[in-house]
């Protein structure tokens, strides 16, 4: 069934064509949450809007592969936004500038309903005027993506990648009642991960990662980039074309993909501390530059 589930991401991917100098930013599993001690973004959130300010200053488009809000753990969207205005406001300059695409993952599926993305992210009510400030205007999810870059045979298939996860894609209601009302309380009383995340059981993650790979492997070693098991993944030029950005909850760094030149690079947006007591948020090269080319011949 998860392979079925792939195949049909594919084909019905919204397609997007690319010439050779596009500059692209691959970010997921942010999970944007209320700035509370059980978010795990809030640690993050300086070195995000940092790394996200300096690719649109340098004109990249910008690409979130799901779960960028965390739906399952809070219930209303107000207090996500009002955490993390700044980020949501430079968000709506890529997509002003036609420089943003969205995925949806498991934890913000919810995206899935056109309805629901204009409700919450339509507008926001600004307590100093009063009124109704336009935000996000027709701004769409998509399940899947396909990127056609010019020069080249073949394409890139985004996801989120709970696609082969059976629990959080085909039951991801379940699982996200489960997460709110079990496990969430579990976690933040005794210290207990949830069993079913991949990203907290290394089992499950593995499992997924089979399952993307098996795909590829039966669709002409198509190249996909996904998030989801929070693992980043830059395959070597003989490997299957499989790989994963990380996310941007890692304890004390985000990670995310880059396109440049015709070149995929794994980086990550960290801290560093100097003598002096100061601290500075750098980019550092984790893999590659590898050249496109590699994997799409």
Not at 152 to 176: C, E, M, P, T
Not at 178 to 206: C, H, M
Not at 209 to 236: C, D, S, Y
């Amino acid at each position: 069934m998860v392979q079925k589930i792939l195949s049909k991401a594919y084909k019905k991917a919204k397609k997007i064509n690319l010439d050779s100098n596009a500059k692209l930013i691959f970010f997921s599993d942010c999970h944007r949450g209320d700035n509370s001690y059980a978010d795990d973004f809030s640690r993050n959130k300086s070195t995000y809007f940092h790394a996200l300010r300096d690719y649109y200053e340098k004109d990249f488009t910008y690409f979130e592969l799901g779960d960028g809000d965390e739906l399952w753990e809070n219930h209303h969207f107000e207090a996500i936004f009002e955490s993390y205005k700044n980020i949501y406001i430079l968000l709506k300059k890529f997509h002003d500038s036609n420089r943003l695409h969205m995925i949806y993952g498991n934890h913000d599926m919810v995206y899935q309903k056109p309805e629901t993305v204009k409700k919450l992210l339509g507008s926001y009510f600004d307590v100093i005027t009063g009124k109704n400030i336009e935000l996000f205007k027709n701004l769409e999810f998509n399940e899947s993506i396909v990127l056609s870059i010019e020069g080249f045979k073949k394409n890139i298939l985004l996801i989120h990648g709970h696609q082969a996860d059976f629990f959080n894609y085909v039951l991801w209601k379940l699982s996200r009642f489960l997460v709110r009302f079990f496990w969430q309380p579990l976690q933040n009383i005794f210290g207990i991960k949830d069993p079913t995340s991949p990203a907290k059981n290394y089992r499950e993650l593995i499992k997924v990662e089979r399952r993307i790979k098996k795909w590829i492997l039966n669709n002409n070693n198509q190249m996909v980039i996904a998030g989801h098991t929070h693992r980043p993944r830059f395959p070597k030029p003989n490997e299957l074309p499989y790989f994963n950005d990380g996310s941007c909850v890692h304890p004390r760094a985000i990670t995310g993909i880059e396109i440049e030149n015709s070149e995929i690079t794994l980086i990550k947006w960290h801290t560093i501390s100097h003598d002096d007591g100061t601290m500075q948020i750098i980019r550092t090269v984790l893999e590659g530059p590898e050249r496109l080319e590699t994997y799409l011949t």
